[in-house]
């Protein structure tokens, strides 16, 4: 088992950033992928970025790059979030997952933490 907890979310005006934070625990060796996802009100749930834990290779919605930057930190077992020139469209809970195995078709994480909550004002 491995268990995610999400942090670093709060409320933030149009503009600025915000990291958020996912420090994994548990059987993390077994960690192939993380990714981050997001539902906003009434939404459903929307992929934001993955990353290869072991290699580092990312890929991003496309409707979001630019703005969004995954990285993680291997030693600390933390997967990070950077989020620049926020909108009010971004309010959302930010949910991270992790999947024992490279290959992931949509959103089929095995593990998943209790999401952020991210507010942009306007």
């Known amino acids: 088992q491995v268990q995610l907890v999400e942090s670093g979310g709060g409320l933030v005006q149009a503009g600025g950033s915000l990291r958020l934070s996912c420090a994994a625990s548990g059987r993390t060796f077994g960690t192939s992928v993380m990714a981050w996802f997001r539902r906003a009100p009434g939404q459903e749930r929307e992929f934001v970025a993955t990353i290869n834990w072991r290699t580092g290779d990312s890929y991003y919605s496309n409707s979001l790059k630019g703005r969004f930057t995954i990285s993680r930190d291997n030693a600390k077992n933390t997967l990070y979030l950077q989020i620049n020139s926020l909108k009010p469209e971004d309010t959302a809970v930010y949910y991270c997952?992790?999947?024992?195995?490279?290959?992931?078709?949509?959103?089929?994480?095995?593990?998943w933490g209790q999401g952020t909550q991210v507010t942009v004002s306007s």
């Open positions: 997952a992790a999947h024992p195995r490279p290959q992931v078709t949509g959103d089929q994480y095995d593990y």
